[in-house]
């Protein structure tokens, strides 16, 4: 049983099902539910306590874990065994998301509103491939690479941002701004999917309905009975 609170769910490619906690490690499940050993807490016993932030599984199958103290731990299936990174950019940093774009670079988004860009996802070059990108964006909720390589940002109060992963550049940003259908329906955002070519879906008080090709927003609000 899980008594921690859960903080990310991952189904990896071969391992089952991660779930992971704050203080209480990584837990794995197969296709039925059933627990399973985690290979992670095997290769190191001491990641049992740990505070987990967030998870993401690379396309070539590493694992890697957030934390709250700015450390990434990273599994390599091929080998069994789980590394340590202590970024300098993200010292004390509690890390609320990682993504990977289509070019196999990682990013890494921190409640400060730090974004780190890994090149190539090359952690263990950690002199010269942990690059800040961009810093006070505020609590950063989601990162998320859309269909198109653009990777955009969910913060908790300062908006939502679309950036160009090849160097970082901001390219749009949407606040709250519903009387001309412009902008969210307030200054935070928490999810968001590339529903279709044109239309992306956004968690922010309501959903916000983007139409990429206007720049125009609708939106629907729970329905009062």
């Given at each position: 049983?899980?008594?921690?609170?859960?903080?990310?769910?991952?189904?990896?490619?071969?391992?089952?099902?991660?779930?992971?906690?704050?203080?209480?490690?990584?837990?794995?499940?197969?296709?039925?539910?059933?627990?399973?050993?985690?290979?992670?807490?095997?290769?190191?016993?001491?990641?049992?306590?740990?505070?987990?932030?967030?998870?993401?599984?690379?396309?070539?199958?590493?694992?890697?874990?957030?934390?709250?103290?700015?450390?990434?731990?990273?599994?390599?299936?091929?080998?069994?065994?789980?590394?340590?990174?202590?970024?300098?950019?993200?010292?004390?940093?509690?890390?609320t998301q990682l993504?990977?774009?289509?070019?196999?670079?990682?990013?890494?988004?921190?409640?400060?509103?730090?974004?780190?860009?890994?090149?190539?996802?090359?952690?263990?070059?950690?002199?010269?491939?942990?690059?800040?990108?961009?810093?006070?964006?505020?609590?950063?909720?989601?990162?998320?690479?859309?269909?198109?390589?653009?990777?955009?940002?969910?913060?908790?109060?300062?908006?939502?941002?679309?950036?160009?992963?090849?160097?970082?550049?901001?390219?749009?940003?949407?606040?709250?701004?519903?009387?001309?259908?412009?902008?969210?329906l307030n200054d935070?955002?928490?999810?968001?999917?590339?529903?279709?070519?044109?239309?992306?879906?956004?968690?922010?008080?309501?959903?916000?309905?983007?139409?990429?090709?206007?720049?125009?927003?609708?939106?629907?609000?729970?329905?009062?009975?």
């Open positions: 049983a899980i008594h921690n609170a859960v903080s990310a769910v991952i189904q990896t490619k071969n391992n089952g099902i991660w779930v992971s906690t704050w203080g209480a490690g990584i837990f794995s499940y197969n296709g039925q539910l059933q627990p399973i050993e985690n290979p992670f807490t095997k290769a190191d016993p001491i990641n049992k306590g740990l505070h987990a932030s967030f998870m993401i599984q690379r396309r070539n199958g590493e694992v890697w874990v957030g934390t709250q103290t700015g450390g990434i731990k990273i599994f390599d299936p091929g080998s069994g065994k789980c590394f340590s990174v202590f970024p300098s950019l993200l010292q004390g940093e509690t890390i993504a990977e774009d289509q070019n196999g670079n990682t990013w890494i988004g921190a409640a400060s509103g730090t974004l780190v860009k890994c090149e190539g996802g090359n952690w263990k070059d950690t002199a010269r491939s942990f690059k800040r990108v961009l810093s006070d964006l505020g609590d950063i909720m989601k990162l998320y690479v859309d269909k198109n390589n653009y990777l955009w940002i969910c913060t908790a109060t300062n908006g939502l941002y679309q950036t160009d992963t090849r160097d970082g550049r901001v390219l749009k940003r949407f606040r709250g701004e519903v009387d001309k259908g412009e902008g969210l935070g955002a928490t999810d968001i999917i590339h529903f279709n070519d044109s239309t992306f879906l956004i968690a922010s008080d309501g959903l916000c309905i983007f139409n990429i090709r206007t720049s125009k927003f609708t939106y629907l609000t729970p329905a009062v009975e």
